[in-house]
Structures are given as structure tokens and as C-alpha cells.
């Protein structure tokens, strides 16, 4: 490959602009109307998961939630390229792309309940845990595709991560391990502008996060992170080349984080809102909402149908939520390594006795009426 | 002698049985060897593994016999060898790899502790991390700043990661191999100034994770040591001996999972202890045995259990090694101190 044609464009990709108008280009196309569709109620659902999981931080039924509202084409983009052999290595933020996935909502949010540090299965779903740590999980898929070409196996690994990340170490270390391995793997950084407070500007001096790529020997592009069809077109691409031996590639969308970082955030104080409002305007849903109400694509019907769906994911995570989970203590010491060392039987029969005379103090305390 | 191959399981055991002198650097290689040959998932990596065999030569020749697929070097990047590590475990692969020395290790720390140590929790169980992370340890042969650091504190206080150190070819390959065929993972301390000491080495021998090793049988005091500090303990062992004294040797071996039982009943046998290691002693893993052995065995000790170890300071430049490190003379005081009077 030239290395011309690893450089990202000047401008980010894009298949359908903010009024809903296609956009034609030349060299990608637009996804077919039953994956635009299938995108929208995507769409739909991700941002009913993303209002429902803050209404319940709010309740304090979650402890956090790192919303992904404004980014939900990257999230649904992320899930519907990848293949049933494929794996996503998804960050905190992007819940919603392993919901999309075939993760519960419920078990997706484990992590942000505080029940445990990872909920759902794994292997089912080829999701890896959620990473908090940030650019550190690049490194796992890298190795998880290394492993999967070493055994001849069918899988793409998508990374994902935010803007932030792309100024770790583990960021460049990965970047170059996959091009030097030559690696199925496609990275996808979310550039929503900011890293908690911190703008793009003060993580990187270069044209573009794309343009990293280049420095490593693979191709870079750019994309409307607004546009699913545009992730949809562009993230194709790359998990297809990978797919066939064409190895790693970078993709850098752009888009913006609507809500504050999480809600312990306060974003008013780095950010102007004219600019947040400024972004209502590019509104993933709405744009492809237009788009496929004016090409007769999406009636009232399919709406309705829509809603409905994503007001049923809702009612769920909420019954879900609003139940305290029978937790196990002894699951403290059950998971730490494959066999239980003498030293950590020794400290789980500690704290079996605790809780044994603590709940033989509550019957107690019961039976006398609280007296003591 | 032979075993048939049907009556040895595939990840530990060797199809046969050989006994031979050897180092500890060619026990660590035919572990190596031996491993990549049993389980087609042993992947060995790192920087210059490859062609070089390793900055200590315990890769040598792997890549010539098995190729690049089986062992292969890397970009020079500690996080992204263990990084990738761990993205091979998540995929059914056991992946041994090399950080070259201990102070060359930090980089990867982060993946050490955050994600090896923990995505066996973290998923429940449903990722184990069946990789083992070989890191040359200790100082003793005149290197220069970074490369003879002793870093085991840091990952002995890290739950979920088992950390061993043999003393002996013996050890070396046993260990090694049940390292890599355990489920859990192993960061794997080498000591550099034992990789040219040679022993017997019987292949058909296999090591249990988490148990120490009576090295020396005595009656009067009992000297816990591992790593290099183990060849330092019986050395003064015998100093002792001449001395009219009964020195027993334990070799710890495995400083996580640790091996109470044992570590107890030696040390209630004899009623004296002295800890031995070369890292600074300031919240160590010598002050974790020794606390360990005060709270176990306080009503039969005749004397404080005492710790020989390294200064807390910097390790030392080469020239002045010799005055860092713990020596028989000291090991010898340490001894001396231990109310021997009071008995009489």
C-alpha cells in the first residue's frame, strides 16, 4: 500500500449530511435500507438505554453512568459491522454498542451497579469485560487477533476507545504491535472532544487522530461520527480488509459527547453550552430519522414499532435495576485464581464468622425489639 | 527409564523421563522446550528471544527448532508484551513471555496489576489468564543501574497473580513447567546470579505451586531464604556447622501463593529464624514472612525472628555490591543475635 493511501481524507467521511441529504462519494457507499433501518432502531434504542441508565444514576440505582447520548452511531455502527465470529473490546462508555451486541442491559450495567466488575458473558457475546483503565484494552485485542491468526481462525477484533486514550502509551504500543504482526484488528476512537475536561487540542497536535496512523504503516480515515451510515461504510471497510489478510487500520470518528463526563461531572465549567447546542443540530437519530422518512424508507408504523422496543429495553433495565441483587460475599475470594490459596480460605472463614454473628445479632436484635 | 506418554498429562509432563546435569539457564530452556512441544497453545515471546535466544540465552534455539510461530521477538514495548498476553489468554493461548531485567519490567506493570492480576475476578471466572511473565531477578553479577533490581514485593502484594523463584535447576524446570501449565498467572522471578549454577535435573519431576522446600535439615535455627538466597543460605549453613550450630534451610520457592505450613512447622521445629533476601527490607516480602512466622510460631520461638536483607536503598552500583548485599558474615551475625544465651 502507497503510503498515500494510509492518509485519512482532509474532511470525515460522510454518506448522509445533517438535513438528512445524501451525500454521494466516490468510493464509499451507502449501507442498504434494511441495515438503515436496522441501524435506526439502533439508534432509537441506544439513546432510550442512555436516558434510561441516567435517570437511574439519578435514582441511585446506578452509582455511574458514562453516557454515550450523541454517539449512539458510533455505538450501533460498532455492534452491527462486526460478524458472529468477531469480538468488540468495548471501553466504560460504550454500554451501548454491547447491548447492541446481545448483552442484557441489565448485566451490561453490573459494573456501573457496583454488583461486580464485569456482568455478562463474555464468550457468549464475544464482548470483552468493558475496560476502565483507558487504551489499555487495545493491547488485548491486539493479542486476541494475534491468537485468532495463529490458530487460522474467522475473527475481526474491533477496539474501541475515546480521544483521550489515543495519548497513552498503550495507545502507540498497540497501534504498533498490530501493523508490525499484521493483525485482524480494526481500532476506533470515538473523538467526542473531550477527556473528562480536557479538550482535543491539549491531547494532540496532529491534524487528525487518523493521521496517527500513518506513523505505524497502516491506513487511516476519518468519518462523521453523526453519520451511521458513514460508520457503517467506513468501519465496514476496515473489518473487511481485515477480514481478508489486508491487516489493522484506524479509524477516528468524529462526534461529541452531549452529557457531562459522567454524572459526577460538572461540564459547565470547561465547555460553553451555545457549543453543546451547536451539536443538537447534528443529531445522529434525527439525521437518519429525516433521511429515511424522506426517502419513504420509515412510516409511522415502523416508529411506533420502534419506540415501542426501545420503551420495552427500558421498562426491563428498570425492573432489572430496581432490584437488589442476592449478593454473595463469598464471591470475593471465589474468582481472585483458579485454585483458593490457603491464605485467602483462611480470610474467607474470617469473614464467614463476621457475618455469621452478624446476622445472629440481627435475630437477636429482632426478637427484642431492637433493644440491646 | 521411560513413562508412557498415555500416564502423563499433556501440559505438565514430559513423554520421557531423562535425568542429566545441567544450569539453570539450560533447565529453564528445556522447560521451555518441553512446554512448546506439549501444548501447541505455548507461545514464548519478548524482546530478543528470537534469534539472540535471550539477553541470558534461556530462549536459545527455540525459535531455530520450533520457528516464529512458537517463539518470536517483539517490538520493544513491556506493555504491549504483556498487553498482547493477555489478549492470547483471552483466547485460549499460554503465552510465555520475557521482560528483560526487573527495572525493564515497570512499563508492563500497569497490565500486570490491572488486568492479569484481575480479569480472572473481573469475569467471574470466565477468562481465566493462564500466562506466565519470566523476568530475570535480583542483582549479584555487576550490572549496572535497572538491571538488578528486586521487585517481588510488587507483585507478591498483587491479588491474583502467583509469584515463584527457584534456586535450582531442579526447581527451575518443575517450576516452570507447572507455572505454565497452571490456570493462574505466574510472574516467574529467575535469579541472574543462579542462571550459570548447575544440578541434576530430573524431567519427570513436577513442582507444586505454593510449597516450600526443606533444602537443609537442622535442629537449631531455620534460615528462610528464596532465590538467590537460598545457595547464600546454605553457605552459612555450613559456616554454622563448623561453628557447633544445626542450621535448617527452608526454600520458600513460592513467595504467593506462601507455604505456612511448611514455613510453621519448620520453624516450630527449631525455634529460631532468620529471613534472608536481597531486596530492600522496608515493607518486603521478608517482613511478610516474618510476620507471618511471629504470628504462627511466637509461644515456640526462643528469640525474635531477624530479617538479612538488602539496604533500603537504590540497588547498588556494581562496585559496591558486594557491601548491599547479604553476605554469610551477616547471615552468620544475624544467627549470633538470636538468644543463644539465654538457653544455656
Known amino acids: ?372 | 527409564m521411560t513413562i508412557a506418554p498415555d500416564d502423563v498429562d499433556t501440559r505438565t509432563g514430559s513423554p520421557a523421563r531423562e535425568v542429566a546435569t545441567m544450569s539453570m539457564a539450560a533447565a529453564l530452556n528445556r522447560a521451555l522446550a518441553d512446554a512448546i512441544e506439549a501444548d501447541p497453545d505455548v507461545v514464548v515471546f519478548g524482546e530478543d528471544v528470537g534469534a539472540l535466544g535471550g539477553v541470558f540465552r534461556i530462549t536459545d534455539g527455540l525459535t531455530a527448532r520450533y520457528g516464529e510461530e512458537r517463539c518470536f521477538d517483539t517490538p520493544l514495548a513491556e506493555s504491549g508484551i504483556v498487553g498482547t498476553a493477555v489478549g492470547m489468554a483471552m483466547n485460549g493461548m499460554r503465552p510465555v513471555v520475557e521482560l528483560q531485567f526487573d527495572a525493564f519490567a515497570l512499563p508492563a506493570f500497569e497490565q500486570v496489576v490491572s488486568h492479569v492480576a484481575k480479569l480472572g475476578n473481573r469475569t467471574r471466572g470466565g477468562m481465566r489468564m493462564p500466562l506466565v511473565i519470566r523476568i530475570p531477578f535480583g542483582g549479584g553479577i555487576g550490572g549496572v543501574e535497572h538491571h538488578c533490581d528486586s521487585s517481588e514485593a510488587y507483585y507478591a502484594h498483587t491479588p491474583g497473580l502467583t509469584v515463584v523463584s527457584p534456586s535450582t535447576p531442579q526447581d527451575a524446570y518443575s517450576l516452570l513447567r507447572a507455572a505454565i501449565a497452571s490456570p493462574d498467572p505466574v510472574v516467574f522471578l529467575e535469579p541472574k546470579k543462579l542462571y550459570w549454577s548447575k544440578g541434576e535435573v530430573d524431567t519427570s519431576i513436577t513442582a507444586e505451586i505454593g510449597s516450600a522446600r526443606i533444602a537443609r535439615d537442622g535442629t537449631d535455627v531455620t534460615l528462610l531464604a528464596y532465590g538467590a538466597a537460598v545457595p547464600l543460605a546454605m553457605e552459612a549453613a555450613e559456616a554454622a556447622a563448623s561453628e557447633g550450630r544445626s542450621v535448617q534451610v527452608v526454600d520458600v520457592r513460592s513467595l504467593s501463593p506462601f507455604d505456612d505450613a511448611t514455613v510453621t512447622a519448620a520453624v516450630k521445629s527449631t525455634g529460631r529464624a532468620v529471613v534472608i533476601a536481597e531486596a530492600p527490607g522496608y515493607a518486603s516480602v521478608a517482613s511478610e514472612i516474618q510476620a507471618r512466622v511471629f504470628e504462627r510460631c511466637f509461644e515456640f520461638l526462643e528469640a525474635p525472628v531477624r530479617r538479612v536483607t538488602g539496604f533500603d536503598v537504590p540497588y547498588a552500583p556494581p562496585k559496591l555490591e558486594h557491601w548491599y548485599l547479604p553476605d554469610v558474615d551477616r547471615v552468620l551475625d544475624a544467627i549470633d543475635t538470636l538468644h543463644w544465651d539465654e538457653e544455656a
Not at chain 1, 486476541?144 to 498503550?170: I, M, N, P, W, Y
Request: charged content about 25%; hydrophobic content about 40%.
Open chain 1, 1 to 372: 500500500m502507497l503510503h498515500t493511501e494510509m492518509l485519512p481524507r482532509d474532511t470525515a467521511v460522510r454518506l448522509i449530511d445533517e438535513n438528512g441529504e445524501r451525500v454521494i462519494d466516490e468510493h464509499y457507499a451507502l449501507p442498504d435500507t434494511d441495515t438503515l433501518l436496522r441501524a435506526y432502531r439502533g439508534l432509537v434504542e441506544g439513546r432510550r438505554i442512555n436516558d434510561q441508565a441516567g435517570a437511574l444514576v439519578r435514582q441511585g440505582r446506578l452509582a455511574v453512568y458514562p453516557s454515550s447520548h450523541g454517539q449512539e452511531a458510533c455505538q450501533v455502527g460498532a455492534s452491527l459491522v462486526l460478524g458472529e465470529s468477531d469480538w468488540l473490546f468495548p471501553t466504560y462508555r460504550d454500554s451501548v454498542a454491547v447491548i447492541s451486541r446481545g448483552v442484557e442491559p441489565a448485566d451490561a450495567m453490573v459494573l456501573l451497579k457496583g454488583d461486580w466488575h464485569s456482568g455478562y458473558d463474555v464468550r457468549a457475546h464475544r464482548v470483552a469485560p468493558q475496560a476502565t483503565p483507558l487504551a489499555t484494552q487495545l493491547l488485548h485485542a491486539v493479542g486476541f487477533a494475534q491468537a485468532a491468526k495463529h490458530r487460522g481462525e474467522d475473527t475481526v477484533v474491533l477496539a474501541l476507545c475515546g480521544d483521550g486514550a489515543t495519548s497513552e502509551g498503550d495507545f502507540h504500543e498497540a497501534m504498533n504491535f498490530a501493523a508490525v504482526f499484521h493483525v485482524p484488528v480494526v481500532f476506533f476512537v470515538q473523538n467526542n472532544e473531550f477527556a473528562i475536561s480536557v479538550p482535543l487540542s491539549r491531547q494532540t497536535a496532529a491534524p487528525s487522530l487518523a493521521h496517527k496512523a500513518i506513523g505505524y504503516g497502516m491506513p487511516g480515515q476519518r468519518v462523521d461520527g453523526n453519520d451511521v451510515a458513514a460508520v457503517l461504510a467506513v468501519l465496514g471497510e476496515a473489518v473487511d480488509r481485515a477480514r481478508t489478510g489486508g491487516g489493522p487500520s484506524l479509524i477516528e470518528a468524529h462526534t461529541y459527547r452531549m452529557q457531562a463526563h459522567t454524572n459526577a461531572d460538572d461540564d459547565t465549567r470547561y465547555r460553553e453550552r451555545d457549543e453543546v447546542q451547536a451539536w443538537i443540530a447534528r443529531d445522529p437519530l434525527l439525521r437518519l430519522r429525516a433521511h429515511l422518512t424522506e426517502t419513504g424508507v420509515l412510516d409511522a408504523e415502523a416508529e411506533e414499532r420502534f419506540a415501542a422496543g426501545a420503551e420495552e429495553i427500558a421498562a426491563a433495565m428498570r425492573t432489572a435495576l430496581n432490584t437488589d441483587a442476592d449478593l454473595d460475599p463469598e464471591d470475593l475470594f471465589r474468582f481472585v485464581t483458579d485454585t483458593r490459596s490457603p491464605q485467602l480460605e483462611e480470610q474467607w472463614q474470617l469473614l464467614r464468622g463476621e457475618i455469621e454473628r452478624s446476622q445472629l445479632a440481627e435475630t437477636e436484635s429482632a426478637h427484642t425489639g431492637g433493644a440491646r
